[in-house]
């Protein structure tokens, strides 16, 4: 089947970087938009960044001028560069890829990643 697997969470001070990674693997065909997620301690899941296939990007108010998502289609990775990393930033990071077509034109809707926590504090 297909997994989505997240890295590069940690604890980092205020103001600190974070770069974070989400790899897709299995039989894949193809993606179309993946994103990443966040979940702060009792609150709800949150858009913070949205990636198309073609490469089209959309942030959160909340993260615009510091945070940037991107993708490689050849590693069908995607990454979110955290920049200027603020305490409200501290959450499970969770990627999404919202339609996954594998090597059998089977169609996936979507797929979620384990999460991987985010820590900023001094």
């Known amino acids: 089947q297909v997994q989505l697997v997240e890295s590069g969470g940690g604890l980092v001070q205020p103001g600190g970087s974070l770069r974070l990674s989400c790899a897709a693997s299995?039989?894949?065909?193809?993606?179309?938009?993946m994103g990443w997620y966040r979940q702060a301690p009792g609150k709800e899941r949150e858009l913070v960044a949205h990636?198309?296939?073609?490469?089209?990007?959309n942030l959160a108010d909340s993260v615009k001028g510091r945070f940037t998502i991107s993708r490689d289609n050849a590693k069908n990775t995607v990454y979110l560069e955290m920049n200027s990393l603020k305490p409200d930033d501290t959450a499970v990071y969770y990627c999404?890829?919202?339609?996954?077509?594998?090597?059998?034109?089977?169609?996936?809707?979507?797929?979620w990643g384990q999460g991987t926590l985010v820590t900023v504090s001094s």
């Open positions: 990636i198309t296939s073609s490469g089209r990007t």
């Open positions: 299995g039989s894949i065909f193809s993606i179309n938009a």
């Open positions: 999404n890829a919202d339609t996954v077509v594998t090597v059998s034109f089977q169609v996936l809707r979507d797929v």
